[in-house]
């Protein structure tokens, strides 16, 4: 079965970086693109970016161009996102989400568990 | 960027109720719309893609509908699972958006 496993929460002080890993199994993990999508406390969802695993190609957005970075160790069937220059506002639960495209129809199907991470001095 | 707007932000009902949410786009996204269910500590969970197309295992109390810049996702009879919060996304475009939620609260 398809799963999206993301790694454990991260603790940060302001300005420091963190690197969230979202690990693909039960598929063929070259075939769909991923995205990242972030929550705060209480917030929407926010689209940050994503990569088409196939060919690397990324694609952020510009809210948080320059600070983030996604990309993938396809032998790993692994996919990251670098996060820079952290601030408080940047505490947030981070997930990879894998997203169908298909006549018509393009959408989120399978989601990681999530990683919670705090920013705080 | 597509600003997605749903309302009501929060909503009381009652089970066996009807619920209807509402979403809309800033601009045309003809079906790219995808609804979601959230409950506390869980990822969002695809309920409806393509504005109306229910996803496997799904229950069919869930509908959706619309076009264009306007869509609805209607639960016809509420049951006590259904307690969540519930967004809309468009899919058109990048950045993908999403709606702000709707909060599905117990009367």
């Known amino acids: 079965q398809v799963q999206l496993v993301q790694s454990g929460a991260e603790v940060k002080k302001p300005g420091a970086s963190v690197k969230v890993s979202c690990k693909a199994s039960?598929?063929?993990?070259?075939?769909?693109?991923l995205h990242w999508v972030r929550q705060a406390p209480g917030q929407r969802l926010e689209w940050m970016g994503w990569i088409s695993v196939g060919n690397g190609n990324t694609k952020y957005s510009q809210k948080f161009q320059g600070r983030v970075t996604i990309t993938r160790d396809t032998p790993a069937d692994t996919a990251y996102m670098e996060f820079t220059s952290l601030r408080s506002e940047d505490t947030a639960v981070y997930y990879c989400a894998r997203e169908i495209d298909r006549g018509g129809a393009r959408y989120f199907d399978f989601w990681g568990q999530g990683t919670l991470v705090t920013v705080s001095s | 960027d597509i600003q997605m707007t749903q309302s009501p932000s929060s909503l009381s009902a009652s089970i066996g109720d009807r619920v209807t949410v509402t979403c809309r786009a800033s601009q045309s996204i003809t079906s790219y719309l995808n609804w979601y269910q959230q409950k506390p500590g869980k990822a969002p969970n695809l309920l409806i893609s393509a504005a109306s197309t229910l996803q496997s295992g799904v229950p069919s109390r869930f509908s959706g509908s619309g076009s264009g810049t306007d869509f609805t996702l209607t639960i016809s009879s509420l049951q006590p699972e259904d307690f969540a919060t519930y967004y809309c996304?468009?899919?058109?475009?990048?950045?993908?958006?999403f709606g702000q939620g709707t909060k599905v609260e117990i009367k």
């Open positions: 039960g598929y063929i993990f070259t075939g769909y693109d």
């Open positions: 996304q468009q899919s058109y475009s990048s950045p993908r958006t």
